[in-house]
């Protein structure tokens, strides 16, 4: 079962996320900071997070913008994770699936997803999905994701 977040779900957003982030040894600023930017964040319309589970251990978050290319938004996955002990139950395809369907009715023309190499279970989900690292599709050159701190 999946549904979308509420800003009454802030604070359990903030801990799956400070776990997510714990569990890869990547910065958080804690469950409080987070739930405060989360219930700016839900409140203003800025993001759309799925949940899975009742209580919700799993999620994934959405950011909506305006293409460039087209008239239709594009949608950046930029979060989904599942609790450890429940991952392999099909969770994270619910999950995948939801975000989808929300993307095309929030009118979505395509979504972008990035994650580590290492991330494979990650990675297979999402070619599962139909998700291509290749420009122009499969035999394509590999496309590159980069980020820097400002």
């Not at 997070?49 to 909506?64: K, N, S, Y």
């Not at 494979?120 to 291509?132: I, N, P, Q, S, V």
Request: hydrophobic share 40%; glycine share 10%.
């Amino acid at each position: 079962m999946t549904r979308r977040a509420q800003t009454s779900d802030a604070a359990v957003l903030a801990r799956l996320l400070h776990d997510f982030n714990t569990e890869y040894d990547d910065f958080t600023p804690g469950p409080e900071a987070l739930e405060r930017r989360l219930r700016v964040l839900l409140a203003r319309g800025d993001i759309t997070v799925m949940l899975a589970g009742e209580p919700p251990e799993a999620l994934a978050l959405l950011r909506f913008r305006p293409s460039l290319w087209g008239e239709s938004a594009d949608c950046y996955l930029e979060e989904l994770y599942v609790v450890p002990d429940r991952r392999g139950q099909g969770i994270g395809t619910a999950l995948m699936e939801a975000a989808l369907s929300v993307a095309r009715e929030e009118g979505a023309g395509r979504m972008e997803v990035c994650t580590s190499e290492a991330d494979t279970a990650a990675r297979a989900l999402y070619e599962k999905m139909g998700f291509d690292d290749r420009e122009g599709g499969p035999g394509g050159p590999l496309n590159h994701f980069y980020e820097r701190e400002l």
